[in-house]
T-cell receptor, first 116, second 113 residues
Framework: AQKVTQAQTEISVVEKEDVTLDCVYETRDTTYYLFWYKQPPSGELVFLIR??????QNEISGRYSWNFQKSTSSFNFTITASQVVDSAVYFC?????????????FGQGTRLTINP | DAGITQSPRYKITETGRQVTLMCHQT?????MFWYRQDLGHGLRLIYYSAAADITDKGEVPDGYVVSRSKTENFPLTLESATRSQTSVYFCASRNRGPNSPLHFGNGTRLTVT
């Protein structure tokens, strides 16, 4: 069975601080995808990144970076120099590559609040 | 505009009533999905469809019915609404191919009184 755990229910930081959102997953599949989605206060879900289990390179996109460590089954998300617009609920998700996104499993989400 | 649209955005209904949530996508994506979002549970898959006339259950299908007579539409029906079905419902679609990300609609907030 697959499971995604986002142990941090809520995080609150002051603007310009760096913040890391944790994601730990469980799967018996040898190949899989990991995702992060953002849900701003307006409610829509926005795709941020997809990572496949073959590629453990970290990725950086502007102020966002993702650290994938297969050895610890983690896919953490760091926001550098946070801004108020980063306030949102962030979801980590997992799906096997073979069976595809119909088996996409989401974590419970982390509510991030950036205070001015 | 291209994209995925859900209607209505907000719905209040009474226990026992039938209610249908609509989802329409203009990308001709093969796969469509219905999720519900509840505090403490994240998003849970209700039903999904791999193509027109092909549907399958997700994690929490009880009390829901879906159909997909056309590729672009994937309505979700609550046959006899219960208070436990009060939730935010998201429709999503993606193209064929496991590396395609899900694209979500804006959600429908359903309240069952």
């Amino acid at each position: 069975a697959q499971k995604v755990t986002q142990a941090q229910t809520e995080i609150s930081v002051v603007e310009k601080e760096d913040v890391t959102l944790d994601c730990v997953y469980e799967t018996r599949d040898t190949t899989y995808y990991l995702f992060w989605y953002k849900q701003p206060p307006s409610g829509e879900l926005v795709f941020l990144i997809r990572r496949n289990s073959f590629d453990e390179q970290n990725e950086i996109s502007g102020r966002y970076s993702w650290n994938f460590q297969k050895s610890t089954s983690s896919f953490n998300f760091t926001i550098t120099a946070s801004q108020v617009v980063d306030s949102a609920v962030y979801f980590c998700a997992l799906s096997p590559i073979i069976q595809g996104a119909q088996k996409l499993v989401f974590g419970q989400g982390t509510r991030l609040t950036i205070n001015p | 505009d291209a994209g995925i649209t859900q209607s209505p955005r907000y719905k209040i209904t009474e226990t026992g009533r039938q209610v249908t949530l609509m989802c329409h996508q203009t990308w001709s994506h093969s796969y469509m999905f219905w999720y519900r979002q509840d505090l403490g549970h994240g998003l849970r898959l209700i039903y999904y469809s791999a193509a027109a006339d092909i549907t399958d259950k997700g994690e929490v299908p009880d009390g829901y019915v879906v159909s997909r007579s056309k590729t672009e539409n994937f309505p979700l029906t609550l046959e006899s609404a219960t208070r436990s079905q009060t939730s935010v419902y998201f429709c999503a679609s993606r193209n064929r191919g496991p590396n395609s990300p899900l694209h979500f609609g804006n959600g429908t907030r359903l309240t069952v009184t």
